[in-house]
């Protein structure tokens, strides 16, 4: 098979069997593009839409802050973590927020968190952090 002369088919069939790799197929069809609701960016911003608590996985227990976001780049809907304590309060209905990735593995969900990827990082343009210390005031829109 591999003779003397054989370059040209092997060459042909290691380009017809790299589609049966997961990892190429994802890569050269851009499949993680099309999926992920940022489009491939780092940060994205949206309008909060409401305030939720959701549950955490076993075995923990308690309610994770988070709200449900519209993202203004093409309009999906996805739910983000509000970190900290009492930063759920500097958040209000119809604000633009900021959101960043939670670093899960493969892009995913983070610990005891259900389904919630992405967590806030700026409110109407200004840093949660310093809404929350109280070093900042919201701007009302």
Known sequence: MAGEYGARKLKAKRRKYRWKKANYRNRILQLKKRKDPFGGAPQA???????????????????????????????????????????IKCIGEHDQVLLEGMGGSQHGAVGSMWGIKWRVIAVNNIPLELIRTGKKQKPVK
């Open 45 to 87: 911003k949206g309008i909060v839409l409401e305030k939720k608590m959701v549950e955490q996985k076993q075995p923990h227990s308690g309610l994770i802050k988070a709200v449900r976001v519209r993202l203004l780049k093409n309009g999906k809907e996805v739910t983000a973590h509000v970190p900290r304590t009492g930063a």
